[in-house]
Each structure stands twice: as C-alpha cells, then as structure tokens.
C-alpha cells in the first residue's frame, strides 16, 4: 500500500506537463512580440523624440525580463521531470535553484517589469489621471514592500535552519 502510495504522489508531477508546455509555448510568444516591436519601430528609431525611444527601449527590456521569468519558473520546476541520473544533458544550474532563491528572483523581476512600467507612465504624464499614476506608484511599492518582506523571511528561515543544526 505505501508503494502504490509513493508512485501515486511521483506520478502527480505530471499534471504539472501541460502547465510547463505551456509556459515552453509562452516563450515563443514573447520572442515573437520582442521581434514584433522590434521589427516595427527600429526601423524608425531616429525619427521618434528621445523619450519615445527610450520606451521603445524600455517595452524590449520588459520582454526580456518577462522571458527570463518564464525560463527561471520552468528551470526550477525541471527537477520534478528530469532526475538527477537522467541520460538527458542539461546545464548544471538547470533545475538546481531551490524555491526561495527562484521566489526571491522572481520577485526581483517584478518590481522591476512594474518598475519599467512607472517610468513610462512618467514619461507619457498627460496621458495618464493622477489617480492612475498615484495607483501605479502604489502598486510597485506594493511589490516592492513584498520583495522585501520576502527576502527578510527567507534569511530569517535559512538562520533558523542553521541554528537548528
């Protein structure tokens, strides 16, 4: 009973297939929107007023951090697929990073997609209320009092751990 117990929860992992596929599939589209926006306005880069391209910048950045976040999740939940005695080659990093390394990341990702995003909103002033820009401020210092919640739990975890020791 306790083995068909054990290959049942092992087995479990493979409901999370379709959510990395998917996620895999996700990657191809920010590629394609990075290539999308790329594509559509390098080619008239000189013409846009500097803060235009500075948000032309900006909006690559984003997706580049929006990616990176998407291969972080999929690196870390590589473990749960891909044994360490698997025959299949595999980066030494890929699938090492343990959760609150990978949340702490994440995190830092975040506050600075959000980050991003407030710039451009001042930037672009008249185009937005102030209710609007008073929200996405709040907003990322939202995330950003989240990451620093996060990141002071998890070291004070990790100097429990080592005084449970």
């Known amino acids: ?5 054990r290959l049942l929860v092992l087995g479990t992992r493979w409901v999370l297939a379709p959510i990395y596929l998917g996620m895999f599939g996700s990657l191809f589209v920010v ?3 990075f290539i999308q926006e790329f594509v ?3 080619p008239r880069v000189l013409d846009l007023p500097v803060a235009d391209t500075i948000l032309f910048v900006l909006s690559l950045v984003d997706l580049a951090l ?5 291969l972080m999740v999929l690196a870390g939940g590589m473990g749960y697929f891909l044994p360490d005695n698997s025959d299949i080659p595999r980066p030494s990093w890929f699938g ?3 959760p609150g390394s990978i ?3 994440l995190m830092a990702a975040i506050v600075a997609i959000s980050a991003i995003e407030v710039l451009k909103a001042f930037l672009h002033l008249e185009d937005f209320t102030d209710r609007v820009l008073t929200w996405t401020v709040g ?3 939202a995330f ?3 990451a620093i919640l996060l990141a002071l739990s998890d070291r004070l975890e990790g100097k429990g751990e080592a005084a449970g020791r």
Not at 1 to 5: I, N, S
Not at 66 to 70: E, F, G, P, R, S
Request: glycine letters at 0%; hydrophobic letters at 65%; charged letters at 20%.
């Open 1 to 5: 009973m306790e083995r068909l117990l």
């Open 66 to 70: 929006v990616a990176n976040l998407i």
């Open 144 to 146: 950003v009092a989240s």
């Open 103 to 105: 949340k702490l990341r």
């Open 96 to 98: 090492n990073a343990e």
């Open 31 to 33: 590629a394609a929107k």
């Open 40 to 42: 559509t306005i390098a």
């Open 139 to 141: 907003i990322l210092l």
